[in-house]
């Protein structure tokens, strides 16, 4: 891509959420874990996992707004984690719909490491504004 759609969202922007793929149908981004990431154990912290994850959702979400809608909120997100993500490795996040209508939509996201270990598994919904 050309554009960063992740840096149009501020704290995205300072995650160093990087995406490499969005459409309505799937996003796909990838984050560096940074040491001002990371708890004491040099392990990623669960909230900026959870940050990373909501950051897709969001993109995805506000790409299949109705018509006339003006922006999109997170309302609730569940995450499993499911494995560590160390200090100086990429997890990768791919994002798909579950259901998008109306007034809601509901998105999952599975952060893997870059090679497929298990890292997190997030479902959020997302209120139409």
């Known amino acids: 891509m050309t554009s960063n759609p992740a840096h149009t969202m501020p704290f995205a922007k300072m995650l160093g959420v990087d995406i490499e793929e969005a459409s309505k149908e799937k996003i796909r981004g990838r984050l560096v874990v940074r040491e001002d990431l990371c708890t004491s154990g040099g392990i990623l912290h669960g909230g900026a996992i959870m940050s990373f994850a909501d950051s897709l959702g969001a993109i995805g979400a506000f790409m299949t707004l109705p018509e006339g809608a003006k922006g999109t909120t ?7 984690f499911l494995g560590a993500a160390p200090l100086g490795k990429t997890i990768i996040g791919e994002t798909t719909p579950i259901k998008t209508g109306r007034t809601l939509s509901v998105w999952q996201t599975r952060i893997t490491l870059e090679g497929g270990r298990d890292v997190a598994l997030v479902t959020q919904t997302q209120l139409v504004l």
């Open 74 to 80: 997170t309302i609730e997100s569940k995450t499993n």
